[in-house]
């Protein structure tokens, strides 16, 4: 019944299952890492606030189904500047310029340009856009309010604005049809022979003139509005799914991985305990074993999210009350056996201190099934955690994936065909269950050698 | 030990148990209750000195009024005995007494359909329904089960085990209630074939009500068949593999015994004991399961009445349906304990 940490790894690396939970549960600690590195901390504890998703579309689905249709649906489209100033004489101008490679078959719905603007005096901003067929519009022309010393200044310049079509009108850049009742955004994307999308390069150009200093843009980002967006879309709220999604995956570690690295510690102990003792103690702590092993785990961990609290912490100790019950009544009648032999015995009559002869005889022999009953109960915690949060009774603060099946849910995402919504959660849930499950049987077949046949 | 001994042993540890479960919900709605109990009787006494008009003309001052309702309100409190923490033996002892004895009082919000607010009534409404659904569902996905995995265990390695074993892995990776999130999503708005709340639109009395309550039934009914029929089989199959080498089966191939009949007669009699096991234990553990399953569904049975229990913390209900559930649990572990038992003597003399 004893095994080398190397024979086990050799087998393990031979179990085409087994490697295939690893090569799954790397991914997913990849994920985890981008998760880290990409989105920053703050990112996500904005992940309830409104405010914060503002420039992203409701409800887009992700990008990538523009590659199964013929007529491509307009991308939410976020753009970064390329940025350049120049001197002339006493004015200096500053240049942001937005390139979008325009090739959809829609109006984009709306443009918006968001600035941030570190300045004194009282700066003159200007939009114009160059459109793929040469010809140049100037959409606005305002000033920044005035300011003595240097201020910051944020604002947002909309589409619908009524100015800008007012000084396209003025524009006469020689458009075939009236402008009646159009919104600026299906003008200036539109053919000049009828009202269609002109596919090609623009260029917004945004420049920014001042005569007392240089004025900064600290942040500048022209939106263009679309109905698809990013890898995972987004929801009804706005929030960017694939970033929920990101930061799931190390939650969702956490979550299975404390848990049942508790549960197999606190069991172990308490079955070995119980074993090697025997006698009173054993009968008295299998008792207790039973009554938490009989009762309904689901409404009392409901009561409890309800009454105590839900924080992320206080769910993975609820989760560990209920876990570590099996795991104790098998490791108690492996240590029973373990306890009969004779060198067990002999350490016993050589005068070996109880909790000496338990970790350096019994443990160890039972490492093997702890690494096993580990893979094991990961999914069950994972699962258990998803339909807390999934009934709205998980950590509102992180976005885990059964937070964002609840808030499909109680969006009814299912009866209004937001498929991104539902699948990508539920998927990941079980992947990430599966991997621990591979594992979990590779290794029950290295240390239980009968179920080989 | 005798039979009878171990039964007993068992009776009286879930006794304890189900004593257990009840002291720590107790414990955790207690305070909760106390405070919610406390404001109704004062509301209580407010409206009855508010109605009462010969009453409240009797007093010359508003301060008169006020210490004579305190005064009131004290004396209920205290002889509610609500004066003593909700921990004090008494309470305790009453409370659970009371449970016991399927008193469970009235619900604070929640109604039943036919509009009673008494628990018990709103318990006995319920539980049919989610008896109907769950016993169904488990008694087909066993059935099914038991057959798919003979199967596969008789072709051990072939094509069939392995799709069984697969499957079985697959489908209990995922978790119920997003499958039926997703049966929802496809065959009620993508393919508008079943309804999408399982709750029937007409009322109890309509002698249409149950069928239109197997028809809303299906879409659940299928979605637990189709989770639960796979990890059932890998389970028979992993029992029936390791009884199939045992040597009691060698010697009745060897007497040329038809391997049909030793499978299905001889080496599942013997893995009798672990599925009667597991049959009761699945169809308690679907109880506790049903609380979010119905939640999606819409089921009206008991675990979406928990479920709307906790949303507006009706603590009656809460206690009343905890207890239900957990006595239904027991009962069945208890079950499963005896057949075990029955099955396999060697249980019994350990």
Redesign the interface.
């Known amino acids: 019944m004893s095994f080398s940490a190397r024979d086990i790894w050799h087998e393990f690396s031979h179990s085409k299952i087994g490697m295939t939970g690893i090569v799954i549960l790397g991914t997913l600690f990849l994920m985890s890492i981008i998760a880290f590195v990409t989105i920053p901390v703050d990112n996500f504890k904005t992940w309830n606030d409104p405010a914060s998703w503002l420039l992203y579309p409701k409800s887009a689905q992700p990008a990538w189904i523009n590659y199964f249709q013929s007529e491509k649906i307009p991308e939410h489209l976020i753009l970064q500047p390329q940025s350049s100033s120049q001197q002339l004489d006493s004015v200096y101008v500053l240049t942001d310029s937005f390139v979008v490679n325009y090739q959809y078959d829609g109006f984009p719905s709306d443009f918006i340009y968001k600035y941030t603007s570190r300045y004194s005096g009282s700066p003159l901003l200007q939009i114009s856009v160059t459109r793929p067929d040469g010809i140049e519009l100037q959409l606005i022309s305002t000033s920044l309010p005035f300011s003595n010393s240097e201020t910051t200044y944020t604002s947002m310049i909309f589409s619908t604005q009524n100015v800008i079509v007012k000084n396209l009108s003025n524009d006469k850049t020689g458009y075939l049809f009236s402008f009646d009742t159009l919104s600026s955004e299906k003008i200036v994307f539109s053919k000049l022979t009828e009202n269609k999308i002109l596919k090609g390069n623009y260029v917004f150009r945004i420049h920014l003139y001042d005569i007392s200093g240089k004025p900064v843009l600290v942040k500048s980002n022209l939106i263009l509005g679309g109905k698809v967006y990013g890898m995972m879309g987004t929801d009804e709220l706005r929030r960017d799914l694939s970033i929920g999604l990101l930061w799931g995956t190390p939650l969702a570690l956490f979550i299975g991985i404390t848990v049942s690295i508790g549960s197999v510690i606190l069991g172990l102990l308490y079955g070995v305990y119980a074993g090697f003792k025997g006698k009173v103690t054993d009968e008295a702590l299998m008792?207790f074993n039973?009554?938490i092993y009989?009762?309904?785990?689901?409404?009392?961990l409901?009561?409890?999210a309800?009454?105590?609290g839900n924080s992320i912490f206080l769910m993975v100790g609820f989760l560990v009350i209920f876990g570590w019950v099996g795991i104790a009544k098998v490791s108690r009648s492996m240590a029973m056996q373990i306890k009969t032999l004779q060198y067990v015995e002999a350490s016993k009559l050589m005068g070996q201190k109880d909790y000496k002869i338990i970790f350096k005889h019994i443990l160890p022999q039972l490492l093997p099934y702890a690494f096993a009953s580990i893979a094991i109960s990961v999914?069950a915690a994972i699962?258990t955690e998803?339909?807390l949060s999934?009934?709205?009774?998980g950590d509102p603060t992180f976005p885990t994936w059964g937070q964002i099946?609840h808030d499909?849910?109680s969006y009814s995402a299912?009866?209004r065909?937001m498929?991104w919504w539902?699948?990508p959660?539920?998927i990941l849930?079980?992947?990430t269950?599966?991997a621990f499950?591979?594992m979990g049987?590779a290794m029950d077949v290295i240390i239980n050698p009968?179920?080989r046949? | 030990m005798g039979f009878k001994k171990f039964l007993a042993k068992r009776a009286i540890?879930?006794f304890?148990?189900l004593m257990?479960?009840l002291l720590?919900?107790i414990a955790?709605?207690g305070a909760?209750m106390d405070s919610i109990s406390k404001q109704s009787v004062s509301l209580e006494i407010r409206q009855q000195v508010t109605n009462n008009k010969s009453l409240l003309a009797s007093f010359k001052t508003t301060e008169q009024l006020d210490s004579y309702v305190e005064n009131q309100i004290q004396q209920r409190i205290k002889s509610l005995g609500l004066d003593q923490p909700w921990y004090s033996p008494q309470r305790i002892g009453l409370s659970m007494y009371k449970i016991l004895t399927l008193d469970f009082g009235h619900a604070k919000f929640l109604t039943s359909d036919s509009g009673s607010s008494d628990v018990k009534d709103i318990i006995l409404e319920k539980l049919p329904r989610t008896i109907l659904l769950f016993t169904t569902a488990t008694a087909i996905v066993s059935v099914l089960g038991i057959f798919l995995g003979a199967v596969a265990a008789s072709k051990v390695n072939s094509k069939i085990d392995k799709i069984t074993s697969g499957f079985a892995?697959?489908s209990?990776?995922?978790?119920v209630?997003?499958?039926g999130?997703?049966m929802?999503?496809v065959f009620?708005?993508?393919y508008p074939i079943f309804p999408?709340r399982a709750t029937p639109e007409i009322s109890v009395t309509d002698p249409g009500y149950w069928g239109s309550l197997l028809y809303h039934m299906a879409l659940p009914l299928i979605t637990l068949v189709l989770i639960g029929f796979g990890s059932w089989a890998y389970l028979v199959r992993?029992f029936l593999?390791?009884i199939l080498?045992e040597d009691f089966i060698m010697a009745k191939r060897a007497a040329g015994i038809d391997e049909k009949r030793i499978l299905y007669s001889h080496a599942l009699k013997n893995a009798a004991p672990p599925i009667v096991t597991i049959l009761a234990l699945s169809l308690?553990g679907s109880?506790?399961?049903a609380?979010?399953t119905e939640?999606?569904f819409d089921w009206p049975g008991m675990g979406r009445l928990?479920?709307e229990a906790?949303?507006v913390?009706d603590l009656p209900v809460?206690i009343g349906?905890?207890y239900v559930?957990?006595a239904f649990?027991?009962a069945s572990?208890f079950v499963a304990d005896v057949l075990y038992g029955y099955f396999d003597p060697r249980v019994r003399r350990e």
């Open positions: 008792r039973d009554i009989a009762m309904p785990a689901l409404p009392l409901i009561i409890l309800v009454t105590i999914p699962t998803a339909g999934f009934l709205g009774l099946l499909a849910s299912a009866a065909g498929w539902i699948l959660p539920g849930i079980a992947v269950g599966l499950v591979f049987q009968r179920l046949r | 540890t879930m304890g148990v257990a479960t720590v919900t955790l709605v909760n892995i697959i209990s990776s995922f978790p209630w997003w499958i999130v997703l929802i999503f009620a708005f993508l999408a992993n593999v390791g080498q308690s109880l506790g399961g609380i979010i939640a999606v928990y479920f906790i949303s913390l809460i349906a905890t559930l957990t649990f027991l572990v």
